[in-house]
């Protein structure tokens, strides 16, 4: 059934309806009302997981480390600094291959101390082996989760699912909440290979040598590399389940298109928007949405753009120096298999806001080859 | 699709008026969207809310610029004249004034209803609340949103006893609107 939720809203109630057994969290804009609503659960009655207030985000993460490793099915939420304050224990976790799903409401990053959205807080731990989850409405975010846990608990390997904070935390729209009994047949009940038992004692994240370091990481990247093939299979049977489409990347407008843009997150529907104001005056553009920036799907998108002329790639977060996090992805990834011009744009910093016309203005960088980023805000 | 942008003050419950309304729109068969300006709230300072509403999904995300609807919760706002600067032409808006729309001096283009809603909110709920209040004058003078839309989203946010006050502040704002 059809509700309209705000989306923390609906990511609290979908968490609750997967029936997750500990939630530790520390409170962040603009994260804040998920774990406020999570807590309310809890403290109605309406939910038996544990939930454990931390004391810091670092706290949060560790305690489930501790729950996820004892078997327990987990989650937390953080944004911004506090996703920085964790980055030591997301390492761990990943190393550990524990299956703990998190929310990443985006938001800038200090300094300037700023409390409104861009991407760059989850770009920054990238390469934590973390597998790394995009929505862009809060329909898909809500079903992304369902997703993570699923995906999660096959891998043994976390998973992020981030959203644009406030864009899509803060904002109500029609939704539809997938039932607990619903989700219990796509998503069976967490029972983890090994986990800490004191009858039967085993170290997690134990200390290796020179001699084993280096090919447990590459277990971990090779793993990594898999999953891709893992999420795929798993977003068709989400489709059947549950009847919506989730993909790692979705191309919209015309298939003819010379030019397209890419991007991640809640900017895409301005982008559809914008796009189609455009096909009515006579100009063809795509747009390419990216669901996973780890594992990256190269081979996903050159199959879908590589053919393009000109690809635009809007970036809300920057390796500062170089250029758009996304854009040196495909530029990594186009190397030796297309022939497209890729430009990489900024936007959206800070919680500037990005309108259809700022989109238009993008678009009209297409075929400039540059090595420079071009910022638009205005 | 229809775009709505509400101002007032922190405290008021723009953002609660924003809600309402794409709940109200929602529970009449459309597509809504709701969300403020995100920022950090204090109480009295300038508030904007934004609502959406269609018939098919709702993926734009920017904020509203040139709105065809207007709801000023607080006519003080309205002293620096850049909040009606930009609507559309020929724009809805609905202030909560005890003046007439005649004695104040707003852009001619709009098309201007005035409620005392303050007054009003202070007659039937007891307290300076106006959403309710506005939220039926909003219905009473556009039929974007209903009656009965509007009070099933009161009943799922309030208490039993709150929501009752605020139905009856609804519909005295749907009634009076059009008497201005």
Same mark, same amino acid.
């Given at each position: 059934?059809?509700?309209?939720?705000?989306?923390?809203?609906?990511?609290?109630?979908?968490?609750?309806?997967?029936?997750?057994?500990?939630?530790?969290?520390?409170?962040?804009?603009?994260?804040?009302?998920?774990? =406020?609503?999570?807590?309310?659960?809890?403290?109605?009655?309406?939910?038996?997981?544990?939930?454990?207030?931390?004391?810091?985000?670092?706290? @949060?993460?560790?305690?489930?480390?501790?729950?996820?490793?004892?078997?327990?099915?987990?989650?937390?939420?953080?944004?911004?600094?506090?996703?920085?304050?964790?980055?030591?224990?997301?390492?761990?976790?990943?190393?550990?291959?524990?299956?703990?799903?998190?929310?990443?409401?985006?938001?800038?990053?200090?300094?300037?101390?700023?409390?409104?959205?861009?991407?760059?807080?989850?770009?920054?731990?990238?390469?934590?082996?973390?597998?790394?989850?995009?929505?862009?409405?809060?329909? =898909?975010?809500?079903?992304?989760?369902?997703?993570?846990?699923?995906?999660?608990?096959?891998?043994?390997?976390?998973?992020?699912?981030?959203?644009?904070?406030?864009?899509?935390?803060?904002?109500?729209?029609?939704?539809?909440?997938?039932?607990?009994?619903?989700?219990?047949?796509?998503?069976? @009940?967490?029972?983890?290979?090994?986990?800490?038992?004191?009858?039967?004692?085993?170290?997690?994240?134990?200390?290796?040598?020179?001699?084993?370091?280096?090919?447990?990481?590459?277990?971990?990247?090779?793993?990594?590399?898999?999953?891709?093939?893992?999420?795929?299979?798993?977003?068709?049977?989400?489709?059947?389940?549950?009847?919506?489409?989730?993909?790692?990347?979705?191309?919209?407008?015309?298939?003819?298109?010379?030019?397209?843009?890419?991007?991640?997150?809640?900017?895409?529907?301005?982008?559809?928007?914008?796009?189609?104001?455009?096909?009515?005056?006579?100009?063809?553009?795509?747009?390419?949405?990216?669901?996973?920036?780890?594992?990256?799907?190269?081979?996903?998108?050159?199959?879908?753009?590589?053919?393009?002329?000109?690809?635009?790639?809007?970036?809300?977060?920057?390796?500062?120096? =170089?250029?758009?996090?996304?854009?040196?992805?495909?530029?990594?990834?186009?190397?030796?298999?297309?022939?497209?011009?890729?430009?990489?744009?900024?936007?959206?910093?800070?919680?500037?806001?990005?309108?259809? =016309?700022?989109?238009?203005?993008?678009?009209?960088?297409?075929?400039?080859?540059?090595?420079?980023?071009?910022?638009?805000?205005? | 699709? /229809?775009? /709505?942008?509400?101002?007032?003050?922190?405290?008021?419950?723009?953002?609660?008026?924003?809600?309402?309304?794409?709940?109200?729109?929602?529970?009449?068969?459309?597509?809504?969207?709701?969300?403020?300006?995100?920022?950090?709230?204090?109480?009295?300072?300038?508030?904007?809310?934004?609502?959406?509403?269609?018939?098919?999904? /709702?993926?734009?995300?920017?904020?509203?610029?040139?709105?065809?609807?207007?709801?000023?919760?607080?006519?003080?706002?309205?002293?620096?004249?850049?909040?009606?600067?930009?609507?559309?032409?020929?724009?809805?808006?609905?202030?909560?004034?005890?003046?007439?729309?005649?004695?104040?001096?707003?852009?001619?283009?709009?098309?201007?209803?005035?409620?005392?809603?303050?007054?009003?909110?202070?007659?039937?709920?007891?307290?300076?609340?106006?959403?309710?209040?506005?939220?039926?004058?909003?219905?009473?003078?556009?039929?974007?949103?209903?009656?009965?839309?509007?009070?099933?989203?009161?009943?799922?946010?309030?208490?039993?006893?709150?929501?009752?006050?605020?139905?009856?502040?609804?519909?005295?704002?749907?009634?009076? /609107?059009?008497?201005?």
């Amino acid at each position: 059934m059809k509700k309209i939720l705000e989306g923390s809203r609906a990511i609290a109630e979908t968490i609750k309806n997967i029936g997750v057994d500990v939630v530790s969290c520390y409170p962040i804009t603009p994260q804040t009302h998920i774990v =406020e609503d999570l807590a309310k659960f809890k403290a109605d009655g309406e939910a038996d997981y544990e939930y454990v207030r931390a004391e810091s985000e670092f706290a @949060a993460m560790s305690i489930l480390v501790g729950a996820s490793a004892a078997g327990a099915r987990t989650y937390t939420a953080t944004s911004s600094q506090g996703l920085l304050l964790m980055t030591e224990v997301l390492y761990n976790v990943a190393g550990m291959r524990l299956p703990i799903v998190m929310t990443d409401a985006n938001r800038a990053i200090s300094a300037p101390i700023n409390i409104w959205n861009d991407q760059q807080d989850a770009v920054t731990v990238r390469d934590a082996g973390w597998i790394m989850l995009y929505g862009e409405n809060n329909q =898909e975010v809500c079903d992304l989760h369902v997703l993570a846990y699923k995906i999660a608990e096959a891998c043994q390997i976390p998973v992020m699912v981030n959203l644009d904070g406030f864009v899509l935390t803060h904002t109500l729209e029609t939704i539809e909440i997938i039932d607990s009994k619903s989700i219990k047949k796509y998503l069976p @009940a967490f029972k983890p290979s090994e986990k800490l038992d004191p009858k039967d004692p085993l170290t997690f994240g134990a200390f290796a040598t020179p001699k084993h370091y280096m090919e447990i990481r590459q277990e971990l990247h090779d793993d990594v590399v898999a999953s891709k093939k893992m999420i795929a299979k798993e977003m068709t049977s989400f489709k059947k389940y549950f009847g919506r489409k989730l993909s790692l990347v979705d191309y919209y407008g015309d298939k003819s298109a010379d030019t397209v843009v890419v991007a991640m997150g809640s900017v895409l529907g301005t982008i559809k928007d914008a796009i189609d104001e455009l096909k009515k005056s006579g100009k063809k553009v795509g747009v390419l949405k990216v669901s996973s920036l780890r594992p990256f799907p190269a081979e996903e998108i050159i199959k879908e753009i590589g053919n393009k002329k000109n690809v635009i790639v809007i970036d809300k977060s920057l390796s500062l120096g =170089e250029e758009g996090i996304l854009a040196g992805e495909l530029k990594r990834s186009f190397y030796g298999n297309s022939k497209a011009t890729i430009t990489s744009v900024i936007m959206g910093l800070g919680g500037r806001d990005i309108t259809k =016309e700022m989109i238009k203005k993008a678009i009209t960088q297409a075929g400039k080859s540059r090595n420079q980023a071009v910022f638009i805000g205005k | 699709m /229809i775009e /709505i942008r509400i101002h007032g003050r922190g405290g008021q419950g723009s953002v609660t008026m924003a809600e309402l309304l794409a709940e109200a729109a929602f529970y009449g068969g459309k597509e809504a969207q709701a969300f403020p300006n995100f920022g950090v709230e204090r109480r009295g300072a300038p508030v904007t809310a934004y609502v959406r509403i269609d018939s098919k999904p /709702i993926r734009l995300r920017s904020q509203i610029y040139s709105p065809d609807y207007a709801i000023i919760q607080d006519a003080s706002l309205l002293n620096d004249g850049k909040i009606l600067a930009d609507l559309k032409r020929g724009a809805s808006v609905i202030i909560n004034t005890s003046k007439k729309a005649s004695e104040l001096s707003l852009p001619k283009n709009l098309k201007i209803k005035t409620i005392n809603a303050s007054g009003l909110a202070l007659e039937i709920i007891g307290k300076p609340i106006i959403n309710t209040i506005l939220l039926g004058a909003f219905a009473g003078s556009t039929g974007l949103i209903q009656l009965s839309g509007a009070e099933k989203a009161i009943k799922e946010r309030f208490s039993a006893e709150i929501a009752e006050k605020n139905i009856a502040a609804l519909r005295r704002g749907f009634e009076v /609107i059009n008497q201005n």
